[in-house]
């Protein structure tokens, strides 16, 4: 059973940085691009930031570009996103995502999410 399960949300001020981290489980970690994806309140769910399998690639969101950084840890299954310098606008629940494919639409997999919330 595949399992993705992300941390590290919270209420922050604006300005402020969070890391979120997210654990995988139930599929070989390796071979699998990561993402993570956002959905405000009200809005569709939007991709912010992907990691090729070996991290050699990325790829952002135009309004996170130089704030929020993606990264990996395939030896211990683990994806984190360092997010700095965040604003109201990035409140949402974020999603941790899973895909054979780097560019994907959709990806196969998500997890549960986590709360972010900027207040100005």
């Known amino acids: 059973q595949v399992e993705l399960v992300e941390s590290g949300g919270g209420l922050v001020q604006s300005g402020d940085s969070l890391r979120l981290s997210c654990t995988v489980s139930?599929?070989?970690?390796?071979?699998?691009?990561m993402g993570w994806f956002r959905q405000p309140p009200g809005k569709e769910r939007e991709v912010v930031a992907r990691i090729s399998w070996n991290g050699g690639s990325t790829l952002y969101a135009d309004d996170v570009k130089g704030r929020f950084t993606i990264s990996r840890d395939n030896t211990e299954k683990m994806v984190y996103l360092q997010m700095n310098r965040l604003k109201p606008e990035d409140t949402a629940i974020y999603y941790c995502?899973?895909?054979?494919?780097?560019?994907?639409?959709?990806?196969?997999?998500y997890g549960q999410g986590t709360q972010v919330t900027v207040s100005s």
């Open positions: 139930g599929l070989t970690f390796g071979n699998y691009a």
């Open positions: 995502g899973a895909d054979s494919n780097f560019r994907a639409v959709k990806y196969d997999y």
